[in-house]
């Protein structure tokens, strides 16, 4: 493999393009401070186009534990400094044609990060970020709402029904659980048993994903465990893994 096709698969596993509703994500490779890559939306028909980080900077900050006292007026005015609006929470574009769209696009991705870095910067910030919080903003920039079923159970090998914070409902009867732990020896505990009663039920079509916050101070026998119940995926990965268990 040369080092260009090595470069062009790395990049592809990471920028990649889907549907979402009525608009098309864009992963792009800007990164917020958690080291997540920031995802914008695009919108529009074959002639004219709006770019939006659908939220994701005000998202990033608030489930990272920041406390947002600043006004919407305040905020606007920082993005208004990229030629960008802010409205409802969210960085967006003016209508662009589609010659500028891939301007419009890294313009945006940058604002959400730049607002992102500097909410951080100004901002007080809870000690302990909401991991749960976080993954389940992630999801709803990935998949379709309904897609999404919120704290649902599903029965293990032992026929006890386990409650999942997000199971994902994929297409050709497919199911994808992501389940946040938290350093804690009662949350670690609990996912490796309901995380294992469900994986040792062999169930046709069911993939398990538990995810934990890389920037927490974990220790290597912790994460251990929590093998024996899923795989595990740091949550800094989090976004490049689900998409390609997904298949999106």
């Known amino acids: 493999m040369s080092l260009l096709t090595y470069v062009r698969e790395a990049i592809a596993e990471i920028a990649t393009v889907g549907s979402h509703g009525d608009a098309v994500y864009v992963n792009t490779l800007c990164i917020y401070p958690s080291n997540g890559f ?17 939220g994701g900077a005000v998202n990033e900050l608030q489930a990272a534990g920041v406390d947002l006292t600043r006004s ?6 920082f993005v208004k400094r990229h030629g960008l609006t802010f409205r409802h929470g969210e960085i967006q574009s003016p209508v662009c044609s589609r010659a500028e769209l891939p301007s419009a696009i890294a313009l945006v991705a940058n ?14 910030i809870k000690r302990n970020r909401d991991i749960k919080a976080i993954v389940r903003s992630l999801l709803q920039m990935t998949f379709d709402r309904n897609a999404i079923k919120e704290d649902g159970t599903i029965v293990g090998v032992s026929n006890k ?9 994929l297409s050709n009867d497919r199911r994808l659980i992501v389940d946040p732990v938290i350093r804690d020896a009662s949350s670690i505990n609990a996912r490796v048993v309901a995380n294992m009663d469900v994986r040792l039920a062999n169930l046709v079509g069911v993939e398990q994903r538990i995810i934990y916050d890389d920037e927490d101070d974990w220790q290597p026998e912790d994460l251990n465990l929590l093998q024996v119940g899923a795989t595990v995926v740091p949550f800094s990965q989090s976004a490049g893994v689900i998409r390609r268990v997904a298949g999106l």
Do not use: C
């Not at 028909?45 to 980080?53: A, E, G, K, L």
């Open 38 to 54: 920031v995802q914008v939306m695009v919108y529009g028909n074959q002639s004219s186009f709006t770019v939006s980080d659908n």
């Open 111 to 124: 604002a959400s990060k730049d607002l992102a870095d500097w909410l951080f910067d100004n901002s007080k």
């Open 161 to 169: 029904p386990h409650k999942f914070e997000n199971i994902i409902f």
């Open 72 to 77: 919407d007026a305040s905020l606007s005015r």
